[in-house]
């Protein structure tokens, strides 16, 4: 559920609202008088986010994501171990 709230409550609460943002991976609406308002959300929430974005931006990278998260819904295919998906693209388990 999203939090909104004032410039001023969230100063008076600023490290309530790190907590929920940060523990409880709520989103903050901070709504500002003279402002556009601010979303406040955990750092590695944004991280993954940008490279969701990334990843999807060439559509053609978006189909084969998509298709393959489709596959996994419909449990079609056979789940590899780390082992065996590191030695099918070429990396040595020791190594890594």
Known sequence: MTIQTTYTDARARLAQ???EVTQGREIVIIQRRKGESVAM???DELAGLVETAYLL??????ERLL???GRALKNEGEPLSVEALRREIGLDAKKA
């Open 17 to 19: 609202l790190l907590d």
């Open 41 to 43: 959300i955990a750092a």
């Open 67 to 69: 298709a393959a998260l």
């Open 57 to 62: 931006r060439s559509p053609k990278n978006a």
